[in-house]
């Protein structure tokens, strides 16, 4: 397991070892949901909100 630090709040987010980048994880201190954007070293964003479609 390796560790990052959450760009919300600065907590340590606990990362498994096959991380891949695009993948989604969420911080268990503030509950934001990030994005791996790089894995050696790991590095997290915010994940981009999903907007809405309503079936268009």
């Given at each position: ?38 894995v050696?070293?790991?590095?997290l ?12």
């Amino acid at each position: 397991m390796t560790e990052s630090e959450c760009v919300e709040c600065g907590g340590t987010v606990a990362l498994h070892d096959d991380l891949e980048v695009g993948e989604i994880v969420d911080c268990e201190t503030c509950g934001a949901e990030l994005e791996v954007v790089d894995v050696s070293p790991p590095v997290l964003d915010r994940a981009p909100e999903l907007e809405e479609d309503w079936g268009e």
